[in-house]
T-cell receptor, first 108, second 118 residues
């Protein structure tokens, strides 16, 4: 089945720093989404981005479907950005598979 | 935006009892709902997919007789953990899609249910 790999697994940054999170996937996908899971477990949909580039405030994402990767950029990190960032892809049978996540900790 | 309501948010039950978790789409018709389980510090693992009016499709390794899923309407899916045991303690999250595929229809998640079996 399709493999979804995220890197790095853990990231500790000082407030104000920028970061890039990567998601590689092993096969063609119908779509890709980035989520932020906050410390309370709630999943927040950040981007629905099967291809191209999108921006929302300090966050932006780029998916290069032909090369099977997606990047999530976080600029000027804030402590509220802490949590786990997941990418999820839709496989051929329409089911959504999550990567293992990147655990981000922003220090004040 | 689309809202998915999951209830309860937290439940503690005794071993051997059954627990029902509800997942409702509040402002759209959810033709497909997904149930995930997440153990501490791990990723979300798909348990099953349910389409309204038909039997759920379970992922390999998920016991269908233990995790009963009902998707009787376009706005409600339920997951019942039967005869719960401590190893069933986990964070359960539902998601809903307004089509038979999430293509062009992003997933929307409930806030999750933290189940603790004592």
């Amino acid at each position: 089945g399709i493999q979804v790999e995220q890197s790095p697994p853990d990231l500790i940054l000082q407030e104000g720093a920028n970061s890039t999170l990567r998601c590689n996937f092993s096969d063609s996908v119908n779509n890709l989404q980035w989520f932020h899971q906050n410390p309370w477990g709630q999943l927040i949909n950040l981007f629905y981005i099967p291809s191209g580039t999108k921006q929302n405030g300090r966050l932006s994402a780029t998916t290069v479907a032909t090369e099977r990767y997606s990047l999530l950029y976080i600029s000027s990190s804030q402590t509220t950005d802490s949590g786990v960032y997941f990418c999820a892809v839709e496989r051929e049978d329409d089911k959504i598979i999550f990567g293992k996540g990147t655990r981000l900790h922003i220090l004040p | 935006g689309a809202v998915v309501s999951q209830h309860p948010s937290r439940v503690i039950c005794k071993s051997g009892t059954s627990v029902k978790i509800e997942c409702r789409s509040l402002d759209f018709q959810a033709t497909t709902m997904f149930w995930y389980r997440q153990f501490p510090k791990q990723s979300l693992m798909l348990m099953a997919t349910s389409n309204e009016g038909s039997k759920a499709t379970y992922e390999q390794g998920v016991e269908k007789d233990k995790f009963l899923i009902n998707h009787a309407s376009l706005t409600l899916s339920t997951l019942t953990v039967t005869s719960a045991h401590p190893e069933d303690s986990s964070f359960y999250i539902c998601s809903a899609s307004g089509s038979y595929s999430s293509y062009n229809s992003p997933l929307h998640f409930g806030n999750g249910t933290r189940l603790t079996v004592t």
